[in-house]
């Protein structure tokens, strides 16, 4: 019996290397997955935040237009000193509006007398005029049209500013639509984006002031205006606070929703990420908020995307855990290769048993027990197969001389070299056992008849002829042979050995 271990290292090894791996595996699979829980998570708050800043300050914007409207619609004769503390009241608790204005609705053919009576009041410069807001951006001369609505107040009004009184707000597409919609609905509506004269991105936000005919509380001025309208100029990027996101891959956009989000036109602030790489966004989720403003006149829309990348991971917590896995697998080695060392003991202690079991220990040939086994195996096979065997039963001549002439040692040695001699006389197939003192047996398989056993009679008893070397000692010793062929002398083991043994006696007797 031969037991193999070829695979047996490799297989430890691999077993070690694969639990190894899984549990590393689900250790880093694990703090990603938290990795990205916890960003989902700061997604959430940074947007919600984001999302009720810009909800609270339009709903502010709404309240105070209200109150400016009021106050200016009930102000007899254009009260610019109370309108004017009003307003720098406001934009000292509220330094997110830009501006306060009043334009007002005056009819063409009395242009000309609200004009003479803004320079003779208010401001010695003033003229109704055009900007090209959407073309060339230059101021132009008005064109002839039913109402004009020029700008007739703006606090503050810096020195830079001042160009703007008199703009004639009706001039400009996208200022009239939204005016007329506001004086139809009698409600606060809010402009697209548009870039001031100053060069920021902003809207206006308005409201219609009542005129004399229209209610009790009667918006009066002496510049012929037959009503008009409160506005805030409201800067667009003042509607969130500029400060940094969590993460630099987050796109955020305030727009307004008569375009779609990806039109230009329609957008009030545009923060663009940092571009990620295509492996990033292959590998880590988008994350999108899409959420319409509350407020009735700004119902704008704050889209916010975040791709999600290797800037989430918390490199710190896989650097430990590599070191720890690392650490464990040195372990883990260690243990395979100990476990595989007591193993090889083991087996090795295994087989030098089960040799001593099953072989003879002067010679090193089968002994008694597993020559049984061999010649059970090799008979079933000749009965399979209907095949003969043969089985030679073998005695050295004069053993007990030797014993008694040059002592046991070389009687040892003598047996040592028969059965060395023995096995060079058969086939590798073959079994040369040792029956015990100076006794052999031998079975030889797969033979056609009784002229190979005579064959290898003769020949193992030629071999004999020659005398052993022991010790400078020629030592001749002959060999006594026996045979029983299967199955003609035989079909058992017993049966078998004894007509061998048997056969042997004969061959002795007929010698002397």
Known sequence: MTISCTNKPRNIYLSVIL?????????????LE???????????????IHYQQVNTRTQINESILEGFAAMVSTTQDFDRASIVNYAQLMLKQY?????????????????????????KKIFPEFKVKSFSYETNRQWQPISKAKYHMPIVFMEPLPPASKQVLGLDLSSNHFFKRALDKSERLKRSIASDPFKLIEGDLAYLIHKPILAAEQGNQAYINKSGAQGGFAILVIRADSLLASKNHAFPSITELLYNPAYDYTDNRGHLYKNNATEMSEFESKLFPHLLFRKTITSESQPFVLRIEQQLGWNIVSWGKIASALLIALSTFAVLIIY??????????RIATSERLFYRANHDALTGLANRSLFHDRLSHALS???????????????????????DNFGHSVGDEVIKLAAERLQDCVRSADTVARQGGDEFILV?????????????????????EQPFTV???????????????????????ESLVNHADSSMYKDKRAEK
Not at 97 to 110: N, S, T, W
Not at 449 to 464: A, C, L, N, R, S
């Open 381 to 403: 096979q000749a009965a399979r197969q209907k095949e003969m065997l043969v089985v030679l039963f073998l005695d050295l001549k004069y053993f007990k001389v030797v014993n």
């Open 34 to 48: 938290f990795d990205l829980q916890r960003a989902e998570r700061e997604f959430i708050d940074d947007v919600n």
């Open 95 to 119: 330094p997110h509006i830009f501006m306060f204005e009043i334009a007002e609705k005056v009819p063409d053919d009395q242009l000309k007398t609200f004009s003479e009576y803004y320079r």
């Open 336 to 345: 395979a290769r100990l476990n595989y060392q007591n193993e090889m003991e």
């Open 19 to 31: 639990i190894w791996a899984l549990l590393l595996s689900l250790v880093v699979y694990t703090i």
């Open 471 to 493: 010790n400078y000692h020629l030592i001749s010793v002959g060999i006594n042979i026996g045979s029983a062929l299967y199955p003609i002398n035989g079909e058992d083991v």
């Open 444 to 464: 030889q398989e797969k033979i056609s008849g009784q002229q190979d056993v005579d064959y290898i009679i003769k020949k193992i008893k030629t071999e004999f």
